[in-house]
Nanobody, 120 residues
Framework: QVQLVESGGGLAQPGGSLRLSCTAS????????VDWSRQAPGKQRELVAS???????NYADSVKGRFTISRENAKNTVYLQMNSLKPEDTAVYYC??????????????WGQGTQVTVSS
């Protein structure tokens, strides 16, 4: 069984920072790739940042220069460092990971989401 858990969301002031974590547990060998996406009320889900198995990264224009995605393989964790936060960053943030399982198979898994609210 595989579990993906996001954490680190909360309330931040405009200009502030938060770091989100996406941790995989269970019968996994490693995280291959991760997408962070977000969904604000009444809006479509937006892909925010991605990291591949070779650590190539990609960002939405709306967060480029402010957000950084990174991984810590020993902890099976991928982070999303969010700096210079803006009220428009308010959303539920989700991670979607492609995982190597101990069985040799790969599987895609979603976390439950973590709320980020940027407000003064």
């Amino acid at each position: 069984q595989v579990q993906l858990v996001e954490s680190g969301g909360g309330l931040a002031q405009p200009g502030g920072s938060l770091r989100l974590s996406c941790t995989a547990s269970g019968s996994i060998l490693s995280i291959r790739a991760v997408d962070w996406s977000r969904q604000a009320p009444g809006k479509q889900r937006e892909l925010v940042a991605s990291i591949t198995s070779s650590d190539s990264t990609n960002y939405a224009d709306s967060v480029k220069g402010r957000f950084t995605i990174s991984r810590e393989n020993a902890k099976n964790t991928v982070y999303l460092q969010m700096n210079s936060l803006k009220p428009e960053d308010t959303a539920v943030y989700y991670c979607n990971a492609n995982l190597w399982l101990r069985s040799g198979a790969t599987v895609s898994s979603w976390g439950q989401g973590t709320q980020v609210t940027v407000s003064s």
